[in-house]
């Protein structure tokens, strides 16, 4: 990002954690005390991990001024392929857990290789390619699974998907335990936000969501660092996958395909990333997820009905895309 993009998005940035403060105040006090009750506040970070995950990945592609349409369909694929290959194998324990994960994640990388190659070999729009992925890989994953959930024949998985860490300490201390899954998209938001702001990569990812030709012209190689993104994204969706799994103890051709799609996409946009590309952050992708999380959660302690909530999700999208052109039509003013 060029010095003005910098500071525009990080005054942005300070505004929605700002914004976010006052709503999580003015809920707690609404809800008398029950928000920020500490089984609550784990019970959103669990609710947001999912789609928190999705929206890494989706922010490293919109970043280049892409987008991924194929990520719930890429659950729903690696789901089943993962609960295929964990009964084909006779292993148990971490070695099962190893194997199923590395083969799930490879072929999450490899359908978000085959995304990248008519975008980058043949200049398809991205809409477009990632849109043919979904009902590929849609149907690809009814095919594997002849339409029914694939049930795990190992318990291994179980621990990975319901499980929790510290539960002996914050019993202790009277506080909730952290779900597995909650540590898992921690570490993937702190893995991913290094690698898009402190590597050479990442100044690459931006320089191309700048200006492509310009990028093009100062020597990045274009084609290989918008196939990576696009990777990235593939092997998020694929971590998904694995995670749905291990917590339904199956792999459903029909996980993934509800509003995992639209939800990513709107915690990226939330987070202050511009869909014109780039400008954005990891941090703020998490920090969009949380906002919906908390909006979702509230909403369902005021009793707010379930087809208003969707309403009020359109609604914070539609501003968050009027901010972010507000945002853009001052940069481009500033030079």
């Not at 860490?165 to 893995?191: Q, R, Y």
């Not at 593939?234 to 917590?247: D, E, I, R, S």
Request: aromatic residues 8%; proline residues 3%.
């Amino acid at each position: 990002m060029n010095p003005a993009a910098r500071r525009n998005y990080w005054l942005r940035f300070a505004g929605a954690i700002v914004l976010f403060v006052i709503i999580v105040m003015v809920v707690d006090v609404s809800t008398h005390g029950a928000f920020l009750q500490p089984a609550n506040i784990v019970r959103v970070l669990r609710q947001i991990t999912y789609n928190c995950i999705l929206g890494v990945g989706q922010t490293f592609v919109i970043v280049t001024g892409g987008i991924d349409l194929s990520v719930g369909s890429l659950v729903a694929l690696t789901g089943v392929v993962a609960a295929l290959f964990a009964n084909s194998l006779h292993l148990s324990g971490f070695a099962l857990i190893a194997s199923t994960l590395v083969v799930t994640v490879a072929v999450g990388a490899v359908a978000g290789w085959i995304n990248a190659l008519p975008v980058v070999r043949l200049g398809l729009p991205p809409f477009i390619t990632t849109l043919a992925m979904l009902q590929m890989a849609l149907g690809l994953s009814f095919i594997l699974s002849h339409g029914r959930p694939v049930a795990l024949q190992s318990s291994a998985f179980a621990n990975t998907g319901i499980g929790s860490f510290f539960g002996g300490v914050t019993s202790a201390l009277h506080l909730p335990s952290i779900p597995i899954p909650v540590v898992w998209m921690l570490a993937i938001v702190a893995v991913a936000s290094v690698l898009l702001m402190r590597t050479r990569f990442g100044r690459y990812v931006f320089a191309i969501g700048g200006n492509e030709e310009a990028a093009r012209l100062a020597g990045i190689n274009v084609a290989r660092v918008k196939t990576l993104v696009y990777v990235i994204s593939g092997g998020c969706a694929a971590v998904v996958g694995f995670l749905y799994m291990a917590l339904f103890s199956s792999g459903s051709p029909q996980t993934g395909t509800g509003d995992e799609l639209l939800e990513s996409i709107a915690a990226v946009v939330v987070g202050g990333t511009s869909l014109a590309g780039g400008r954005g952050s990891i941090v703020g992708t998490f920090f969009g997820a949380l906002l919906i999380g908390v909006l979702y959660n509230a909403m369902n302690l005021l009793g707010v009905d379930s087809y208003l909530q969707k309403i009020v999700l359109g609604a914070v999208i539609l501003l968050a895309v009027v901010l972010d052109g507000e945002v853009r039509k001052r940069v481009l003013k500033s030079g």
